[in-house]
């Protein structure tokens, strides 16, 4: 499923690029909390449309209370899947007895800090065990429900729902990469961002507020 928030100049281009996914029988949900038309664009290219309050996680777990299948994937508007995901997936968890897990992530951008990046990212994963949102999760619906789905905070919800996985296993760690638009550190400047965003996470991980956290990063999920 992908929740979206006004993503209208990337809507078609995501689901465009799902359309193979749905020619083999898997169902493409997306959650809209936006403003901008991005449900109207997305709806002759989604099986399902659905509208929902603002906030990642709760627009994921209403996108995963709809869903009919066994196995959920959380994929953001501006991330796209190697060839052949579906098989990946089914084979990989298969191979590993894992009931969840994620991609390792590639950034869009060609800034060499950029690579750095990414490679920290992969690599700080499969140290902890924590999948982030845009390594593009996924996992099977009777352990999404056990673990009580997404934490409906602020922000860091992909990081909470990790630590409540891995009380039933570490995730398995894919190397096939999605890409993942790299338009937030280039906007904001990537070094800016990744000490940005490590102050964040180390403030979660001490306690803090989500919504106080959120405010920091300057997202505000109840705009509007």
Known sequence: MVPCLDEAAVIVAALTALAPLRGRGHEVIVVDAGTDGTGDLARPLADRVLRAPRGRAVQMNLGAEAATGDLLFFLHADTRLPEGADRLVVEGL????????RFDVRLSGRHPLLRVI???????SRLTG??????????????????????????????ALSKRLKRWGPPLCLPETVIASSRRWEEKG???????????????FLGADPRRLARDYGYRPDAG
């Open 190 to 204: 990537i070094v800016r961002t990744v000490l940005l965003m490590w102050w964040l996470r180390l403030r979660y």
């Open 118 to 124: 990414e490679r920290f990212m992969n690599w700080r």
């Open 130 to 159: 924590i999948a982030t949102g845009d390594q593009a999760i996924f996992v099977g619906r009777a352990l999404f429900e056990a673990a009580g789905g997404f934490p409906e905070i602020a922000l860091m919800e992909d990081v």
């Open 94 to 101: 298969a191979r590993s007895g894992r009931a969840w897990g």
